[in-house]
Protein backbone atom coordinates (compact mmCIF):
# COMPACT_ATOMS: atom_id res chain seq x y z
CA UNK A 1 0.00 0.00 0.00
CA UNK A 2 2.37 3.04 -1.04
CA UNK A 3 1.48 6.46 -0.70
CA UNK A 4 -0.72 8.39 -3.56
CA UNK A 5 1.23 10.70 -5.44
CA UNK A 6 1.08 14.57 -5.14
CA UNK A 7 2.97 17.36 -6.29
CA UNK A 8 5.31 18.86 -3.20
CA UNK A 9 4.29 22.71 -4.26
CA UNK A 10 1.53 24.24 -6.13
CA UNK A 11 1.81 27.74 -6.15
CA UNK A 12 -0.45 31.01 -7.54
CA UNK A 13 -1.58 34.64 -7.00
CA UNK A 14 -4.26 35.93 -5.28
CA UNK A 15 -7.53 35.54 -7.15
CA UNK A 16 -6.14 32.84 -9.68
CA UNK A 17 -7.10 29.10 -9.47
CA UNK A 18 -4.75 25.99 -8.98
CA UNK A 19 -4.86 22.16 -9.30
CA UNK A 20 -3.67 19.83 -7.22
CA UNK A 21 -3.49 16.16 -8.48
CA UNK A 22 -3.33 12.84 -6.67
CA UNK A 23 -2.41 10.23 -8.55
CA UNK A 24 -2.71 6.65 -7.38
CA UNK A 25 -3.84 3.14 -9.39
CA UNK A 26 -6.38 0.82 -10.17
CA UNK A 27 -6.21 -0.65 -7.08
CA UNK A 28 -7.58 2.59 -5.09
CA UNK A 29 -8.01 5.95 -6.64
CA UNK A 30 -9.03 4.46 -10.25
CA UNK A 31 -11.78 1.62 -9.05
CA UNK A 32 -13.54 3.45 -5.93
CA UNK A 33 -15.46 6.93 -6.00
CA UNK A 34 -14.15 7.47 -2.25
CA UNK A 35 -11.18 10.57 -2.77
CA UNK A 36 -11.02 12.85 -0.22
CA UNK A 37 -9.28 15.92 0.42
CA UNK A 38 -8.15 17.70 3.69
CA UNK A 39 -6.08 21.24 4.45
CA UNK A 40 -4.03 21.38 7.13
CA UNK A 41 -2.26 24.95 8.61
CA UNK A 42 0.96 24.87 10.71
CA UNK A 43 0.37 22.99 13.96
CA UNK A 44 -3.39 21.89 13.26
CA UNK A 45 -5.31 19.08 12.91
CA UNK A 46 -6.26 18.68 8.95
CA UNK A 47 -9.85 19.62 8.25
CA UNK A 48 -11.85 17.99 5.51
CA UNK A 49 -12.79 19.72 2.39
CA UNK A 50 -13.94 17.17 -0.17
CA UNK A 51 -15.60 14.01 -0.02
CA UNK A 52 -16.76 11.10 -2.36
CA UNK A 53 -14.39 13.17 -5.12
CA UNK A 54 -16.43 15.50 -5.53
CA UNK A 55 -18.77 16.61 -2.60
CA UNK A 56 -18.09 19.97 -0.05
CA UNK A 57 -19.17 19.16 3.77
CA UNK A 58 -21.65 22.30 5.18
CA UNK A 59 -19.07 25.09 5.75
CA UNK A 60 -16.42 24.65 3.00
CA UNK A 61 -16.35 27.18 0.38
CA UNK A 62 -17.24 26.47 -3.00
CA UNK A 63 -14.19 27.72 -4.25
CA UNK A 64 -12.86 24.33 -3.38
CA UNK A 65 -14.01 21.34 -6.27
CA UNK A 66 -12.82 17.89 -6.79
CA UNK A 67 -12.97 15.70 -9.39
CA UNK A 68 -11.61 12.11 -10.82
CA UNK A 69 -10.15 10.87 -14.04
CA UNK A 70 -8.83 7.26 -14.64
CA UNK A 71 -5.84 6.82 -11.22
CA UNK A 72 -5.88 10.59 -10.81
CA UNK A 73 -8.01 12.70 -8.32
CA UNK A 74 -7.83 16.68 -8.62
CA UNK A 75 -8.48 19.19 -6.07
CA UNK A 76 -8.70 22.33 -7.89
CA UNK A 77 -9.37 25.84 -5.66
CA UNK A 78 -11.01 29.15 -7.59
CA UNK A 79 -10.29 32.42 -6.13
CA UNK A 80 -7.22 31.57 -4.24
CA UNK A 81 -7.07 33.48 -1.32
CA UNK A 82 -4.02 34.35 1.34
CA UNK A 83 -6.29 31.65 4.00
CA UNK A 84 -5.55 28.93 1.71
CA UNK A 85 -2.00 28.66 1.78
CA UNK A 86 -1.65 25.35 3.79
CA UNK A 87 -0.68 21.83 2.80
CA UNK A 88 -3.22 19.51 1.32
CA UNK A 89 -3.63 15.59 1.26
CA UNK A 90 -6.04 13.34 -0.58
CA UNK A 91 -6.65 9.96 0.49
CA UNK A 92 -8.31 7.20 -1.30
CA UNK A 93 -9.97 4.15 -0.14
CA UNK A 94 -8.13 1.21 -0.91
CA UNK A 95 -10.08 -2.04 -0.44
CA UNK A 96 -10.95 -3.99 2.66
CA UNK A 97 -11.29 -1.31 4.90
CA UNK A 98 -7.88 0.34 3.96
CA UNK A 99 -7.26 3.86 3.13
CA UNK A 100 -4.20 5.61 2.06
CA UNK A 101 -3.39 8.93 2.08
CA UNK A 102 -1.20 11.38 -0.80
CA UNK A 103 2.24 12.68 -0.26
CA UNK A 104 1.06 16.15 0.37
CA UNK A 105 0.73 19.49 -1.85
CA UNK A 106 2.37 22.30 -0.27
CA UNK A 107 0.05 25.78 -1.10
CA UNK A 108 1.51 29.14 -1.81
CA UNK A 109 -0.19 32.30 -2.10
CA UNK A 110 2.19 34.49 -4.22
CA UNK B 1 -20.53 19.62 18.39
CA UNK B 2 -18.73 16.41 18.56
CA UNK B 3 -15.08 17.03 19.97
CA UNK B 4 -12.26 14.18 20.50
CA UNK B 5 -9.28 14.52 22.55
CA UNK B 6 -6.31 12.31 22.56
CA UNK B 7 -4.46 11.24 25.57
CA UNK B 8 -1.36 9.18 26.50
CA UNK B 9 2.82 9.34 27.18
CA UNK B 10 4.38 11.55 25.72
CA UNK B 11 7.96 10.08 25.74
CA UNK B 12 7.95 6.57 25.03
CA UNK B 13 11.33 4.39 25.54
CA UNK B 14 12.02 2.13 22.34
CA UNK B 15 11.05 -1.36 22.11
CA UNK B 16 8.12 -0.18 24.56
CA UNK B 17 4.43 -0.13 23.86
CA UNK B 18 2.36 2.68 23.22
CA UNK B 19 -1.10 3.54 24.59
CA UNK B 20 -3.45 6.08 23.62
CA UNK B 21 -7.08 7.00 24.12
CA UNK B 22 -8.96 9.09 22.25
CA UNK B 23 -12.17 10.28 24.54
CA UNK B 24 -15.27 11.52 22.82
CA UNK B 25 -17.83 14.04 23.93
CA UNK B 26 -20.75 15.51 22.24
CA UNK B 27 -21.92 12.59 21.14
CA UNK B 28 -21.94 9.06 20.79
CA UNK B 29 -19.03 6.25 20.18
CA UNK B 30 -21.51 3.51 19.87
CA UNK B 31 -23.57 4.97 16.60
CA UNK B 32 -23.55 2.41 14.08
CA UNK B 33 -23.28 4.89 11.26
CA UNK B 34 -19.41 5.75 12.17
CA UNK B 35 -16.32 4.11 12.58
CA UNK B 36 -13.54 5.14 15.15
CA UNK B 37 -9.71 6.25 13.33
CA UNK B 38 -5.98 6.86 14.30
CA UNK B 39 -4.14 9.12 11.91
CA UNK B 40 -0.25 10.11 12.52
CA UNK B 41 1.92 12.07 10.83
CA UNK B 42 6.03 11.96 11.76
CA UNK B 43 7.35 15.53 12.18
CA UNK B 44 7.39 17.50 8.75
CA UNK B 45 6.44 14.47 7.09
CA UNK B 46 2.74 13.32 5.60
CA UNK B 47 -0.23 11.70 7.13
CA UNK B 48 -0.41 7.82 7.44
CA UNK B 49 -3.58 6.12 8.24
CA UNK B 50 -3.22 3.80 11.47
CA UNK B 51 -6.62 1.56 10.86
CA UNK B 52 -10.50 2.44 12.00
CA UNK B 53 -12.46 0.38 14.45
CA UNK B 54 -16.49 0.25 15.07
CA UNK B 55 -17.66 0.04 18.33
CA UNK B 56 -19.26 -3.48 17.33
CA UNK B 57 -15.39 -4.16 17.44
CA UNK B 58 -14.66 -4.73 13.85
CA UNK B 59 -11.64 -3.39 12.92
CA UNK B 60 -9.67 -2.36 9.97
CA UNK B 61 -5.12 -1.50 10.18
CA UNK B 62 -3.05 -0.30 8.00
CA UNK B 63 -1.08 -3.42 6.57
CA UNK B 64 2.16 -2.10 7.26
CA UNK B 65 1.68 -1.67 10.70
CA UNK B 66 -1.45 -4.30 11.14
CA UNK B 67 1.42 -7.15 12.97
CA UNK B 68 2.21 -4.31 15.73
CA UNK B 69 -1.34 -2.40 16.14
CA UNK B 70 -4.28 -3.04 18.25
CA UNK B 71 -7.33 -1.30 18.84
CA UNK B 72 -10.48 -1.50 21.48
CA UNK B 73 -13.33 0.97 22.16
CA UNK B 74 -15.01 1.38 25.85
CA UNK B 75 -18.47 2.50 25.49
CA UNK B 76 -18.93 2.88 28.93
CA UNK B 77 -16.48 6.06 28.82
CA UNK B 78 -16.96 6.48 25.52
CA UNK B 79 -13.25 6.17 24.49
CA UNK B 80 -11.40 4.03 22.04
CA UNK B 81 -7.58 3.18 22.24
CA UNK B 82 -4.85 2.20 19.88
CA UNK B 83 -2.09 -0.30 21.34
CA UNK B 84 1.14 -0.15 19.04
CA UNK B 85 4.19 -2.45 19.98
CA UNK B 86 7.36 -2.58 19.68
CA UNK B 87 8.56 0.96 18.75
CA UNK B 88 11.59 2.77 17.42
CA UNK B 89 12.43 6.03 16.32
CA UNK B 90 10.38 5.75 13.04
CA UNK B 91 7.04 5.93 15.44
CA UNK B 92 7.76 9.38 16.23
CA UNK B 93 5.05 10.99 15.19
CA UNK B 94 2.14 13.56 16.05
CA UNK B 95 -0.84 10.66 16.54
CA UNK B 96 -4.49 11.75 16.23
CA UNK B 97 -8.39 10.51 16.52
CA UNK B 98 -10.83 10.81 13.98
CA UNK B 99 -14.23 9.98 13.32
CA UNK B 100 -14.35 7.68 10.13
CA UNK B 101 -17.14 7.86 8.52
CA UNK B 102 -16.89 4.29 6.96
CA UNK B 103 -14.89 5.26 3.21
CA UNK B 104 -12.31 8.50 3.35
CA UNK B 105 -14.28 10.74 5.28
CA UNK B 106 -12.84 11.54 8.83
CA UNK B 107 -14.83 14.56 9.58
CA UNK B 108 -13.80 15.28 13.27
CA UNK B 109 -10.48 15.19 14.46
CA UNK B 110 -8.48 15.13 17.73
CA UNK B 111 -5.75 18.36 18.26
CA UNK B 112 -2.93 15.44 18.12
CA UNK B 113 -0.95 14.55 20.47
CA UNK B 114 3.14 14.17 19.85
CA UNK B 115 4.69 11.03 20.76
CA UNK B 116 8.03 10.81 20.99
CA UNK B 117 10.15 7.23 20.69
CA UNK B 118 13.72 8.02 22.91
CA UNK B 119 15.86 6.26 25.23
Known amino acids: QSALTQPASVSGSPGQSITISCTGT?????????VSWYQQHPGKAPKLMIY???NRPSGVSNRFSGSKSANTASLTISGLQAEDEADYYC??????????FGTGTKVTVL | QLQLQESGPGLVKPSETLSLTCSVS??????????WGWIRQPPGRGLEWIGS???????YYNPSLKSRVTMSVDTSKNQFSLNLMSLTAADTAVYYC???????????WGQGTLVTVSS
Open chain 2, 98 to 108: ARDMGTTRFDY
Open chain 2, 26 to 35: GGSISSSDYY
Open chain 2, 53 to 59: IHYSGGS
Open chain 1, 26 to 34: SSDVGIYKY
Open chain 1, 52 to 54: DVS
Open chain 1, 91 to 100: CSYAGSGKKV
